[in-house]
C-alpha cells in the first residue's frame, strides 16, 4: 500500500520549460502541465506532468503506483523507455 498523500493536484501553462515526472522529457514553455504536490514517508513531494502522462498515472490503483519510478516510462503510456 502506498504511504504517498495527494495534497495539490492543479493544471497551469508552463511559463518555463520543465521536465515530466513521468517520462522526464522537457514540458515546453506556454505548454499545459499538471502540478501535484503529495506527502510521502514525511518529506513533501512536488512534481510535474505532461497532461497526458498524469492522466495515464491516474488509471492505475494505489497497488500499481507503488512500482512507478519517475522517468521510466514513455511520453503518455505505460511503456517502459527500452520496451
Same mark, same amino acid.
Given at each position: 500500500m502506498s504511504d504517498y498523500t495527494?495534497? &495539490?493536484e492543479k493544471t497551469h501553462r508552463a511559463r518555463?520549460?520543465?521536465?515530466?515526472? *513521468?517520462?522526464?522529457?522537457?514540458?515546453?514553455? =506556454?505548454?499545459?502541465?499538471?502540478? &501535484?504536490s503529495g506527502s510521502i514517508h514525511g518529506t513533501?513531494?512536488?512534481?510535474?506532468? *505532461?497532461?497526458?502522462?498524469?492522466?495515464?498515472? =491516474?488509471?492505475?490503483?494505489?497497488?500499481e503506483r507503488d512500482s512507478w519510478r519517475p522517468g521510466l516510462y514513455q511520453r503518455g503510456t505505460l511503456k517502459k523507455k527500452w520496451e
Amino acid at each position: 500500500m502506498s504511504d504517498y498523500t495527494l495534497l &495539490t493536484e492543479k493544471t497551469h501553462r508552463a511559463r518555463k520549460s520543465y521536465s515530466c515526472s *513521468h517520462c522526464a522529457e522537457s514540458i515546453a514553455r =506556454n505548454e499545459e502541465y499538471v502540478y &501535484t504536490s503529495g506527502s510521502i514517508h514525511g518529506t513533501i513531494q512536488v512534481d510535474r506532468w *505532461h497532461v497526458v502522462c498524469r492522466a495515464v498515472i =491516474n488509471t492505475w490503483d494505489v497497488a500499481e503506483r507503488d512500482s512507478w519510478r519517475p522517468g521510466l516510462y514513455q511520453r503518455g503510456t505505460l511503456k517502459k523507455k527500452w520496451e
